[in-house]
Structure formats: structure tokens, C-alpha cells
């Protein structure tokens, strides 16, 4: 056991707080230091300089093109990341469909759609959920009727997250009505441009037109778009999962979150002190904070056992539950901290400037706090991962 | 003891909830919020008619009711159907102050604002008093016969619709103490008064409120100089009452939506209500109801106690609602799924109601702290 970091490691840091102090564009970071969104051309314009660099790609083999961190390195470099303010990476093509691609696509389509996804030709966007299929992702309905070369696209995708920049799509499609549900299924790659395809937004509680409804009628897939063999898609769907979760313990997120409460903390000023001196806040914060530091550990633990490019198993449902629980507190005392200036709707279309309307320490943290519900409800609700956890250590099997 | 409402108020319930499930309806509401005033003048005038705003002051004030009863059975109504109408800062405060303290003439304004013809906004809070009452930095002093008001007032809900602010000011005494405060009334429109508006994330909306170098009259003063304080705690416990019967009526609609689609929607081929994981968070929910609706009774039936009961018993349902309602609104929404985090469903916009009362006059925290101190007083 050693807690500390290697010198190799701490080295890789500092080149990491280097790289960061100098590359990563200021206004983008002050957006987001102010709880603001980045816009399609500030995550591209992060995307490029990160790929310039041989860095957008983490999780990817060096023969692809990827850095081939180890855990730790991809610990390092998400939490500097954070604390810097960085836009977060577009998980859909780097993290999502690139392990599938590289495990189940055709040469091919590793040729074609790898080095796309890293110089930023193609914005990938995940179809996988349905009106009827959230939890239940194995009921979906959505139709693909092979007719020569071409597959026949009929249904409907939702919640397709920042579906409104995507040029392609990955689509779990049926392809075998009467096979049982899973069985039937395939992994399409769909171009968004393809006649029979309407995007149509979706406005969240926050008011963030983040995700969408995706309607296909009629829509012409070719065959070689078929990912691996056809009804063989859930496998791929699951191997994706199981990516789609390793860093979902957000453990940067929250370092970065609870860092600006004990800003804020400080700055407010409560019955004639700093909030961070009223008992009762602290002991809020200070028990957040010592879930977080086990959480850190809990969170290493995990995927330094799992190889590079593998993602762990159950435990990756454990990190994804209370991660997510760590992550929504902080933007509980976010809101709390910034008492009655929790109440604006400070959206820069309200306001029709930037000026903050209370103090400049307080962002939007009731928006935030509401939009991350989100966050236990989507990558396999916090209900379904704890029913993983339970059938596999009840011996249910793995 | 008798938990039943009298027949008065049981009347007021059924014609409000009546009403508001008639013409508050989701869409209706969603339009209410996508509008640029932030409320809709016919409903009020509407639901002015129908005496709600009656309800909220004394026969002596001129209206029917007044009491911490009244008031709850209101807000609750209010916070099922989510009406961000501004009941709050026009009837319960604005009107509520000026019936405390008002001369003969001012008396004449809570006429208007029964009949639902004048709006008024309570500039109270400022950017550094957060939910401390007595901390006022705004300034009155004499000045050839007039008052000069300097200062600036923070999150002054219905600020841009009020005819007139009642504006806090100090005209001595230290920063925080509370002799010395004393409240004015100042007509929209005023020189030196300036207002930046913006809709609030749960409907409505505020403005910041600068105050430079603004004239009144001495006859703008409310009640006797720097004597404000006592009046403004009593109007600002019936405020804490009407938040948390507001909060409790939200809660239930949370619950309903709640127990309504975990029984309708169908995951994995039964209603997701049928796994245990949900049917014991949602048996979990309907405990806190009611135990959130015990709290809005203790408050309401000492609202009109002696300060320090009053004071107690409502900084005690105030803090269990808090917590309550933080539950409940997260709870619904977890259990809905994606659909809750939606703008349009009426779901989002209740979660946020609940939400958002626990950041005017007082947080949970601060309700347990006031608990804490008034329990050992
Ligand atoms: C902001 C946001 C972004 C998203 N982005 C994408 C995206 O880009 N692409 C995409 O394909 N999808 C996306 N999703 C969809 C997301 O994956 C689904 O919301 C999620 O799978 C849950 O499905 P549902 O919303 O239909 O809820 P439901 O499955 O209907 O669940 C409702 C409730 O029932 C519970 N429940 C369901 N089954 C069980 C059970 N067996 N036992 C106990 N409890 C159960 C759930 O946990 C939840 O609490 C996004 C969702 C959101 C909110």
C-alpha cells in the first residue's frame, strides 16, 4: 500500500497543470467556472487542442491513435481537468462507440470512423433509449427492415443528448421481432443527414435544451453500417455500458463542485460570520468532503484493478450510485449556500447580458442542482445498478 | 381538539381548488411562465373575485379571514395547482404591513389590494442580510421635511408589477440590530428608484432594487419611525406559515403525479409502482406528507401566539418541510425518470415550487438554528 503519488506520477501532473494553464482557452474556462454551458464550438475547439496534443483519446490504445493512460493517469488527468474548468469530453464517439468499434466493428469501419472521431469530422450522438424503453432498454422498438443493401429505419429515439450538434448517430435497432427481446437487436451507425430523420428538442427543467427526440421515417441505412453480426447487438450495447460507466464516479466533478461551495461559503456571510463557520453548514460540507476523500480512493481502487481499456464490473455499479450521490449533495450545498440568490433564473437569455445579478460568486447552483438529477437517472438508474450489485453478490452469478 | 376546517374556509377550499384545477392547468401555466410579466392579471383579478385575497385579512382590515388557518388553507391550494401569482408579496406581506401599520389614509391602499387592483412588492433583503432580518443597510434620513432613502434591496419578488415597494431603511442603530428599522412606501416610478428585473427559476419574478438618493414624504412612513422591526417579524412568520402550507400543497401534487405514473408506466412489463425498490420510497413519501401537513397545522394555530411560540413552533415546521420537501421533490423526480427533468411536465415545475421556498426567509438550517435558540430562550 502507498497512499502517494509516484514521482513518474507526480511529474505526469505537473505536465497535466501545465498543459492546462497554457492551452486551455480562458473564457471558456471563466464560463464554466460561472456555471455557464459551452456551446458546440467551444467543446470542438477543446476537442482539437487536446487532440493536438495526442490527449483526447485517454482510454484508446496507442495503435489507434489514444494515450493509453493507465487508471491513475486518467485520475489525474479528470481531476485537473476539473479543477481547471475545462469542458467536460464528449463521452459518445471517444468513450461509447470507439470500444465497440475497436472490439466489434470491421476494419473498415475502424478505418473510417476512428480517426474521425478524433479530429472531430463526426459529433456521434447515443440512440438508445425509447419513450418505452428507459430501464427496460431491451423492449425497444424502433424497426430495421433489411431490404437489399439497405436497412429500413422506422421509430423513435429520446433523450439523445446534445443530439442537436451530432452529424452521426449509434442506434440500437430491432432487426428480429419474433427472436426474444435481446436477441433481436442490432447496432446501426446512422447519418443524420439521411432523409427521414428529424431532431426535435427537448427543453430540460433547468431550462438547457440538452437532449433530444429523434424520429425516424423511411430512413435508408446501408448495410455496411451494420456493426458486427446482425441481432447480435445487445452484446455490444452491454460492452458499452460497461464503458459508458467508468468514469461516471465524476470524482473531478465533485472535487471542482466543492471547491466553489467553500468559495461561496466563504464569501457569504450568515448571522454576522462566513457561512463556512456556521456549524451547521459546515457539518454539511465537512461530512460531504469525507465521502468524497474515500470516494477518491474507493474510486481508484476500482479501476486500477481493471486492465487499461477494460472496464470494471459490478464495482463500476457501486461508483456510479455513490458517486452520483456525492455529486448531487455538493449541488445541494451549492444552493443552500447561496441563499435567496438561489431564486433568479440567471440565464444569459434572460438577462440579455452577463452580469451576474447577485454577487459574482454565485452561479446558476439552482439550475445546476436540478439539472443533475439527471445524473441518477440516466447511464442505468441508480435503482437498476443497485439491483446489479444485488444479484451478482446475492448469487445471482457474474 | 378538532381537525376539521370550519365551513367557511372548506368553502374557500373547494371553490380555489375548483378553480385553479379548471383554469390552472399545465398548459395554461406553462404559458404564465413563457409570458414576459411573469403572472397572469386575469387570473388574479379572477381569483381576487373569487376572495382569495379576502381571505388573507382580518373583517377589521377589511377582509374575512386573516388568520394563520385562513392562510394555510390558501397556500396550500396554491402550492397544489403551482400558481406563481404573487399572493405573497402583494397580499400576505405588502397588504399585511400596511394593515399593521398604516395611518388612515395608507389603510385605503389594502382596499385595492382585496379588490385586486394594486400590486406591492416588500424591499426588505439585501445582497449581504441573506436571510437575516434585522441586518438593514439601507438608509433613511431627514432632509427639509422629506425622507432620503439610499441603498440597495435584493431578490424584491414582484418588484416591476408593485403600484408601490414598502422599502425597510434604518434610521438608526447599528447594521443588524432591530430597533431603528422603519418600512415606506414608495411609488413605482420614483426618482433615484431603479429596478433590474429577471424571471425567478420557479415561476414569477425579482428584480434588484437600487435606491439613490430617493425623496418621500414624511407621510410615506409606515407606522412610527424605527419601530418597524415587531411588524415586520409578525408579517414574515405569516409569510413562513403561507410557504409551508405552500410547499405542503406541492408535495401532495408530487405525490399524486408520483403514485399516478409508477402505476401507468411499464418497464421490464409490469408498472415500475409494483417493484418494492419504488412502492416502500413512495410508502416513504406519503409518511412525510403527513407529517409535513401536522407541521403547516402547528403553525398555522400559533401564528397567532406571542413572538417567542409563534416564532418556535414555526421555525420547527419550517425545518421539517424543508427536509420533506427536499425528499419529496427529489424522490418524485427520481422516480419518474426522464420525463420529470422536462421543462413541459408539470412535475419539473413543482419540484422547483417546493424547492425554492426553502430560500425565502430561511432555509432549513436556518429554521433549526432559530428552533435551537428560541427552545432555549
Ligand atoms: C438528461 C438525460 C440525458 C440522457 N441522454 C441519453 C442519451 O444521450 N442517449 C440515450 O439513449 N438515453 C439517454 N438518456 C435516457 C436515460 O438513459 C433514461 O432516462 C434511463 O435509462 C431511465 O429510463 P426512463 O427515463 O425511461 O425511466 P424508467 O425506466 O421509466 O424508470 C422510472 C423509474 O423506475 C425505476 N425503475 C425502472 N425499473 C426498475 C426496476 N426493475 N427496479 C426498480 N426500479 C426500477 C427507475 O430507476 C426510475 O426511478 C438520458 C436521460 C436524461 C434524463
Redesign the interface.
Known amino acids: 500500500m502507498d497512499l502517494s503519488y509516484s514521482p513518474d506520477e507526480i511529474a505526469f501532473r505537473d505536465e497535466v497543470r501545465a498543459f492546462l494553464a497554457e492551452k486551455l482557452p480562458r473564457e471558456t474556462a471563466e464560463l464554466i467556472r460561472r456555471g455557464g454551458h459551452p456551446g458546440k464550438a467551444e467543446m470542438e475547439a477543446w476537442h482539437a487542442i487536446l487532440n493536438e496534443k495526442g490527449w483526447l483519446a485517454p482510454n484508446w490504445p496507442k495503435a489507434f491513435g489514444g494515450a493509453e493512460w493507465n487508471a491513475v493517469q486518467r485520475h489525474i488527468f479528470e481531476e485537473e481537468c476539473a479543477a481547471a474548468n475545462a469542458p467536460r469530453i464528449v463521452p459518445f464517439g471517444l468513450s461509447m462507440l470507439a470500444p465497440v468499434l475497436m472490439k466489434f466493428g470491421s476494419k473498415a469501419q475502424q478505418d473510417h470512423y476512428l480517426p474521425r472521431i478524433l479530429d472531430g469530422t463526426d459529433w456521434w450522438c447515443q440512440g438508445y ?1 425509447e419513450p418505452g424503453a ?3 432498454l431491451a ?1 425497444l422498438k424502433t424497426r430495421a427492415v433489411r431490404q437489399g443493401d439497405h436497412y429500413i429505419v422506422n421509430g423513435q429515439k ?2 439523445t443528448t446534445l443530439g442537436q450538434y451530432a452529424n452521426w448517430i449509434f442506434c440500437l435497432v430491432r432487426t428480429d421481432p419474433d427472436a426474444k427481446q435481446q436477441e433481436g437487436i442490432s447496432f446501426l451507425l446512422i447519418d443524420m443527414d439521411t432523409p427521414g430523420i428529424e431532431v426535435r428538442p ?6 438547457t435544451p440538452e437532449v433530444n427526440e429523434v424520429w425516424f421515417t423511411d430512413v435508408k441505412v446501408p448495410v455496411e453500417n451494420l456493426v458486427g453480426e446482425e441481432n447480435k447487438g445487445w452484446t455490444y450495447a452491454k460492452y458499452l455500458l460497461t464503458h459508458e460507466r467508468t468514469n461516471i464516479a465524476g470524482v473531478g466533478f465533485s472535487r471542482a463542485g466543492l471547491e466553489t461551495v467553500k468559495r461561496m461559503a466563504r464569501a ?5 460570520r462566513p ?1 463556512i463557520e ?1 456549524p ?2 459546515a457539518a ?1 460540507m465537512a461530512t460531504v468532503e469525507a465521502d468524497l476523500m474515500a470516494m477518491s480512493t474507493t474510486n481508484l481502487r476500482i479501476i486500477s484493478k481493471a486492465a487499461v481499456g477494460q472496464a470494471p464490473g459490478v464495482e463500476a455499479s457501486m461508483l456510479k450510485v455513490k458517486g452520483t450521490i456525492i455529486r ?1 449533495e455538493i449541488n ?1 450545498l451549492a ?2 449556500a ?9 440565464s444569459e437569455t ?2 440579455g447580458d452577463n452580469d451576474p ?3 459574482d460568486y454565485i452561479g446558476p447552483v ?2 445546476e ?2 439539472n443533475n ?2 445524473l ?3 447511464g442505468g ?3 437498476i445498478q ?2 446489479i450489485i444485488a444479484k451478482v453478490k446475492l448469487g445471482g452469478g457474474k | 381538539m378538532n381537525f376539521d376546517l370550519t365551513d367557511e374556509r372548506q368553502m374557500l377550499q373547494d371553490s380555489l381548488r375548483r378553480f385553479l384545477a379548471d383554469r390552472y392547468t399545465t398548459a395554461a401555466r406553462n404559458a404564465i411562465l413563457e409570458g414576459e410579466t411573469g403572472f397572469s392579471p386575469e387570473i388574479w383579478s379572477a381569483l381576487a373575485d373569487l376572495g382569495v385575497i379576502g381571505a388573507l385579512f382580518t373583517e377589521a382590515q377589511g377582509g374575512f379571514g386573516g388568520a394563520g388557518f385562513d392562510i394555510a388553507v390558501v397556500f396550500e391550494e396554491l402550492g397544489r395547482a403551482g400558481v406563481v401569482e404573487p399572493f405573497l408579496d402583494t397580499a400576505l406581506l405588502g397588504g399585511g404591513l400596511i394593515a399593521a401599520l398604516g395611518s388612515e389614509d395608507q389603510q385605503a391602499l389594502v382596499g385595492d389590494v382585496i379588490a385586486g387592483t394594486l400590486h406591492l412588492a416588500f424591499a426588505h433583503g439585501e445582497p449581504a442580510s441573506r436571510y437575516d432580518l434585522a441586518r438593514v443597510e439601507t438608509t433613511a434620513r431627514g432632509e427639509a421635511g422629506e425622507i432620503v432613502l439610499d441603498g440597495r434591496k435584493a431578490v424584491v419578488v414582484n418588484a416591476e408589477a408593485a403600484g408601490q415597494l414598502i422599502v425597510s431603511a434604518r434610521e438608526s442603530g447599528g447594521v443588524d440590530e432591530p430597533d431603528g428599522i422603519s418600512l415606506f412606501l414608495v411609488p413605482a416610478g420614483t426618482r433615484g428608484l431603479a429596478l433590474r428585473g429577471y424571471p425567478l427559476l420557479a415561476g414569477g419574478r425579482a428584480a434588484e432594487v437600487t435606491l439613490d438618493a430617493v425623496r418621500v414624504p414624511v407621510s410615506a412612513r409606515l407606522g412610527a419611525a424605527g419601530q418597524a422591526f415587531g411588524a415586520i417579524e409578525a408579517r414574515v412568520a405569516a409569510a413562513n406559515v403561507a410557504l409551508a402550507a405552500e410547499a405542503m400543497g406541492a408535495m401532495e401534487t408530487a405525490a399524486r403525479l408520483t403514485g399516478d405514473y409508477l402505476m401507468t408506466r411499464k418497464q421490464f412489463g409490469r408498472p415500475i409502482g409494483t417493484f418494492q425498490a419504488l412502492a416502500h420510497r413512495f410508502a416513504d413519501l406519503l409518511i412525510e406528507m403527513e407529517q409535513a401537513r401536522s407541521a403547516v397545522i402547528n403553525a398555522a394555530g400559533h401564528l397567532e401566539d406571542a413572538p417567542q411560540s409563534r416564532d418556535r413552533q414555526i421555525a420547527a415546521a419550517r425545518n421539517l418541510i424543508g427536509r420533506a420537501g427536499r425528499l419529496g421533490a427529489e424522490e418524485a423526480i427520481q422516480m419518474h425518470g426522464g420525463i420529470a427533468m422536462t421543462q413541459e411536465y408539470e412535475l419539473a415545475h413543482i419540484a422547483k415550487r417546493i424547492v425554492m421556498t426553502d430560500h425565502r426567509f430561511g432555509d432549513t438550517d436556518h429554521h433549526l438554528e432559530r428552533f435551537i435558540a428560541l427552545s432555549a430562550a
Open positions: 433509449s428507459g430501464s427496460d423492449s429520446t433523450w427537448i427543453i430540460l427543467l433547468d431550462g457569504e456571510i450568515s448571522g454576522g457561512l456556521n451547521h453548514f454539511r448531487q445541494d444552493r443552500r447561496a441563499g435567496p440568490y438561489a431564486m433568479p433564473f440567471a434572460a438577462l445579478i447577485g454577487p439552482a439550475a442542482y436540478f438529477r439527471k441518477s437517472i440516466f438508474s441508480n435503482e443497485r439491483g
